[in-house]
T-cell receptor
């Protein structure tokens, strides 16, 4: 069945480095994917909407140069956290909607820890 | 502004007891309504959804929710809670016709006592 696969599940990096997170739609194509950020014991906050073949749409307050989004195919969107700093440490989750269904599927999330 | 409120941050129930998690929304029209569950360090799993029609919807794992337009509420219920139901529960809404951009409530952490 349709699944959203997110990788890696956990990443630890040094401050100043860049980290790439992948989000794949399995068994369906997704022209649009969504990236959320979740702080401990808090809700999900939408960061950006990833659009296949075009620029991502960022929510207010999200730095587009810090969080680079690429959606080069109908099954893959990537989020790159550039020059990561400890304040970027968070749980990042992607989602996509299978066109055959009417609800959003979520990846299993990526825990980013910046030292 | 559009918003989703989950008044209860934490709820503790005994196994076998009934459960009700509250959700209120503030939107100009009736939105799509969802309940998701999240286990620690995991993504979100859809429990149930309401788009239109019967206001009492059944979901997975024995959960149900009732849409009450007059109260702008979509409360989640389960008659008998199991220890495995311990998790974080999120109510979410999307604009009618949009269906994609979800706005989440702050979540309710459910603890189940054995």
């Amino acid at each position: 069945g349709a699944v959203v696969s997110q990788h890696p599940s956990r990443v630890i990096c040094k401050s100043g480095t860049s980290v790439k997170i992948e989000c794949r739609s399995l068994d369906f194509q997704a022209t649009t994917m969504f990236w959320y950020r979740q702080f401990p014991k808090q809700s999900l906050m939408l960061m950006a909407t990833s659009n296949e073949g075009s620029k991502a749409t960022y929510e207010q307050g999200v730095e587009k140069d810090k969080f680079l989004i690429n959606h080069a195919s109908l099954t893959l969107s990537t989020l790159t956290v550039t020059s990561a700093h400890p304040e970027d440490s968070s749980f990042y989750i992607c989602s996509a909607r299978d066109g055959r269904a009417s609800w959003m599927l979520f990846g299993s999330g990526t825990q980013l820890s910046v030292l | 502004a559009q918003s989703v409120t989950q008044p209860d941050i934490h709820i503790t129930v005994s196994e076998g007891a009934s459960l009700e998690l509250r959700c209120n929304y503030s939107y100009g029209a009736t939105p799509y309504l969802f309940w998701y569950v999240q286990s620690p360090g995991q993504g979100l799993q859809l429990l149930l959804k309401y788009f239109s029609g019967d206001t009492l919807v059944q979901g997975i794992k024995g959960f149900e929710a009732e849409f009450k337009r007059s109260q702008s509420s979509f409360n989640l219920r389960k008659p008998s809670v199991h220890w495995s139901d311990a998790a974080e529960y999120f109510c979410a809404v999307a604009l009618t016709g949009g269906g994609n951009k979800l706005t989440f409530g702050t979540g309710t952490q459910l603890k189940v006592e054995l």
